[in-house]
């Protein structure tokens, strides 16, 4: 059964940084591409960030681009999103998705409050 477990979520302050990280298993982590997704509180989910099977190639919404990073680590069957300038607003469950299918993991919240 594919495994995805986000970590790294917390408290920050508006203009903090922090690092989510996403530990996969029982599948072939090299041969899917890999999303972040996240969720506010009351609405919908919201695409992040997509990132190709190699990390070769990256895709961000406008809404993060230049404070958000995706990346990955095949070795380590991990995948990571560096958050910088964090606003209120970036406040949501963040998860890691497993293209194309979408399967996720349970989550983990940032929130960004003074």
């Known amino acids: 059964e594919v495994q995805l477990v986000e970590s790294g979520g917390g408290l920050v302050q508006p203009g903090g940084s922090l690092r989510l990280s996403c530990v996969a298993s029982?599948?072939?982590?090299?041969?899917?591409?890999m999303s972040w997704v996240r969720q506010a509180p009351g609405k919908g989910l919201e695409w992040v960030s997509t990132?190709?099977?190699?990390?070769?190639?990256?895709q961000t919404a406008d809404s993060v681009k230049g404070r958000f990073t995706i990346s990955r680590d095949n070795a380590k069957n991990t995948l990571y999103l560096q958050m910088t300038s964090l606003k209120p607003e970036d406040t949501a469950v963040y998860y890691c998705?497993?293209?194309?299918?979408?399967?996720r993991g349970k989550g983990t919240l940032v929130t960004v409050s003074p």
């Open positions: 990132i190709d099977s190699d990390g070769g190639k990256t």
């Open positions: 998705a497993r293209n194309p299918e979408g399967h």
């Open positions: 029982a599948f072939i982590f090299n041969s899917y591409a």
